[in-house]
């Protein structure tokens, strides 16, 4: 008798609220969040990931981040590998934020928490990994990054290690990746941890629930330009 095939991924639309009602609503601590932003690196990250679309689209993602639950001030807060450049100051790294900074549908239309129905012996490890990351000051990799949009461009590079993989570096994704493997969670199995990225997480078969908002779909304007001449010239020959 044949094993039973692993249940596939509910996934519940989200709309007609605010980023910052999605997140009282879904997140809690271990689950997985994933944005998408609209300004010049958010966006580059998500047409470089278009390989891994059906349609060959630019993702909906371009960043990944682990809730880490409500604390003593009423916020959400989250535990996420980052490059935060602000006035006068660069944090490279992991490190803890609040929700807030995703509240602004302008700036990150699109957001999805995934739910693996983690116990709560399974949320110590994984949140505990990620602290111990956070501690030990693990930083942003931008190096790994571009190993693996490489890697993109070539399936068999992505079971590979990252070809520019850098000791003691995790990019956001990377570092999500690297803290689920402590309870043998794989979002991308056979692909390589340090080339996991954004839409990987997105598009992983292991159960779960995932809850999407998405605003601004990965679809180019001028990819709709192109299929529309197209059309047009399919309906003249018609």
Known sequence: MSDLAPPAPHIVIVGGISNAEFFERYAAPGRVGLCGGVDFINKSIRKLQYHLTPEGHRSPWSHAFLCSGRRVDGRHWLLESDLDIR?????????????????????????????????????????????????????????????????????????????????????????????????????????????????????AAHPHTAYVLIREPGRSSLRKLKNTISQMFDDVSA
Do not use: W
């Open 87 to 203: 006035h006068k100051q660069i944090r490279l790294g992991v490190q803890e934020n609040r929700a807030d900074r995703y509240h602004d549908a302008e700036t990150f239309p699109n957001l999805a928490i995934l739910d693996f129905a983690l116990d709560e012996s399974q949320t110590a490890k994984v949140l505990t990994e990620a602290l111990d990351l956070l501690s030990g000051l693990s930083h942003y990799s931008l190096r790994e990054l571009i190993g693996t949009l490489m890697a993109m461009q070539n399936p068999s590079l992505r079971r590979r290690r990252n070809v520019l993989e850098s000791e003691g570096a995790l990019y956001c994704s990377a570092m999500v990746q690297h803290c689920y493997s402590t309870i043998g969670i794989e979002f991308a199995p056979g692909v390589d941890h340090k080339n996991v990225t954004p839409h990987d997480i997105s598009m």
